[in-house]
């Protein structure tokens, strides 16, 4: 009997990778050693798992389509010990899945919940070892950003607090079914195991750097309006007509520092 063919959902941004050139080439940026925790998210069809189960023994990977989990089941569930959770990664608790282990996180992303499945994911950064994740290369070019890059941005602060990211490669549309109409790139970040600099209200913090970027345009005069005053921009040492592309990471901490707390 025919096997049913698996086709890829748009409603899951599925792209399933299947060049075998770039498979390998992640495989071994990820490089799973034996008895290493191990978490894939998004595993599809399986392009990435076969090799991860080789190479760690033991892989948990998190999966939203049902339909896919039998035929990736069957493809590789012979090369490792599998363990399969059907469910949302916007939802799973990665701590509770590290049971006091540091996981290492991969995976291609489905491009339309990169960004916020990358914030999920930082909110669990203590539980995490290094995370090596396919991307639309716009995402990763954001992640990387410095100020004043064109690119930089929130996701570009608040991963600087947490982790180094570091850009591999870029793979071009091709080695993907169906191919995406933009080009991705692979990234590995290391989580910190301390901020680079004062961090007393990460909560503030967070706030503050995401009404900036909000309003981006504006002067952080106005974008921070009720948030920081004259007296605070001034103990931060921020001249408050500047905007929030030209603050580094640690601009924002000091204006974090400085700034009222909320009512």
Do not use: W
Request: proline residues 10%; glycine residues 8%.
């Amino acid at each position: 009997m025919c096997q049913p063919v698996i086709r890829p959902r748009k409603r899951f941004g599925q792209h399933f990778l299947h060049d075998p050139s770039v498979i390998q080439r992640i495989l071994a940026a990820i490089d799973p050693r034996p008895g290493e925790p191990m978490l894939e998210i998004g595993p599809g069809l399986g392009a990435l798992t076969g090799g991860l189960l080789r190479g760690a023994g033991r892989l948990e990977v998190v999966e939203l389509d049902r339909d896919v989990i039998p035929e990736l089941v069957a493809r590789v569930g012979g090369e490792g010990e599998l363990i399969v959770h059907e469910a949302d990664a916007l939802k799973v608790d990665i701590a509770g899945l590290a049971a006091g282990r540091r996981l290492r996180v991969c995976g291609n992303l489905p491009y339309n919940i990169s960004t916020p499945l990358l914030f999920h994911l930082l909110e669990a950064a203590p539980h995490i070892a290094d995370m090596h994740f396919m991307l639309q290369k716009e995402v990763v070019d954001r992640m990387a950003a410095g100020a004043n890059d064109e690119a930089y941005g929130r996701l570009s602060v608040m991963l600087a607090v947490v982790a180094e990211v570091e850009p591999l490669f870029i793979v071009g549309p091709g080695a993907f079914r169906p191919p995406p109409r933009v080009q991705s790139a692979v990234v590995r970040l290391r989580p910190r195991p301390a901020p680079p600099f004062a961090l007393p209200d990460p909560a503030r913090f967070a706030r503050i750097v995401a009404n900036a970027f909000n309003q981006r345009r504006k002067t952080l005069r106005n974008s921070l309006r009720g948030q920081v005053d004259e007296a605070g921009f001034a103990a931060a040492g921020i001249d408050p007509i500047r905007r929030a592309e030209t603050l580094t990471p640690a601009d924002f901490g000091r204006l974090a520092v400085t700034a009222a707390p909320p009512p």
